[in-house]
T-cell receptor, first 110, second 114 residues
Framework: RKEVEQDPGPFNVPEGATVAFNCTYSNSASQSFFWYRQDCRKEPKLLMS???SGNEDGRFTAQLNRASQYISLLIRDSKLSDSATYLC???????????FGRGTSLIVHP | GAVVSQHPSRVICKSGTSVKIECRSLDFQATTMFWYRQFPKQSLMLMAT?????????EQGVEKDKFLINHASLTLSTLTVTSAHPEDSSFYIC??????????FGPGTRLLVL
């Protein structure tokens, strides 16, 4: 299975900061893209899907660059509660099986 | 509320014993479920795809005789770690595909083999 790569971090930022994560994928047949959030010792939970035109959900903005095969997640006005690991997830078209990146750890401090 | 449950949430066992983990879809039917394993600071690694009424599909490098999967109904898949050893200690998570191509994950089972 092709890979999904992420900088594991940790990204250590103060409250209120803006932070961005990138994720690259190697499978050009990938069609669906997601960001999941995983708290320590918990299961991953869907944060947002990533659409070709880019999309925003509150303080979170996701973008997709198919030509360069990367997706990004931007978090504005970071909160302490944003501290978690953010997983990049990619799926081929027509497949149920996602490929997970190893995650990027974010630590937001006071 | 949770849409996929997993049981047990935590298990400690002696080396050589077998451990069964249950994954249930709540309020929906899942003909397919996925079993993942996650070691500390690592990504989720797909172990196998569980198919209701047929054999599971195992990923390369995963021993099917060691990790027995049974998907006996549309709401239940089980993973049995047979003859567990300390290196099998990990976080095991199941998931079921949902609408809009997302996944519903179970809360995970933390296995510690002494």
């Amino acid at each position: 299975r092709k890979e999904v790569e992420q900088d594991p971090g940790p990204f250590n930022v103060p409250e209120g900061a803006t932070v961005a994560f990138n994720c690259t994928y190697s499978n050009s047949a990938s069609q669906s893209f997601f960001w999941y959030r995983q708290d320590c010792r918990k299961e991953p939970k869907l944060l947002m899907s990533v659409y070709s035109s880019g999309n925003e959900d509150g303080r979170f903005t996701a973008q997709l660059n198919r030509a360069s095969q990367y997706i990004s997640l931007l978090i504005r006005d970071s909160k302490l509660s944003d501290s978690a690991t953010y997983l990049c997830v990619v799926k081929e078209g027509g497949s149920y099986i996602p490929t997970f990146g190893r995650g990027t750890s974010l630590i937001v401090h006071p | 509320g949770a849409v996929v449950s997993q049981h047990p949430s935590r298990v400690i066992c002696k080396s050589g014993t077998s451990v069964k983990i249950e994954c249930r879809s709540l309020d929906f039917q899942a003909t397919t479920m996925f079993w993942y394993r996650q070691f500390p600071k690592q990504s989720l690694m797909l172990m196998a795809t569980s198919n209701e009424g047929s054999k599971a599909t195992y990923e390369q490098g995963v021993e099917k005789d060691k990790f027995l999967i049974n998907h006996a109904s549309l709401t239940l898949s089980t993973l049995t770690v047979t003859s567990a050893h300390p290196e099998d200690s990990s976080f095991y998570i199941c998931s079921a595909p949902a609408a809009q191509e997302t996944q519903y994950f179970g809360p995970g089972t933390r296995l510690l083999v002494l």
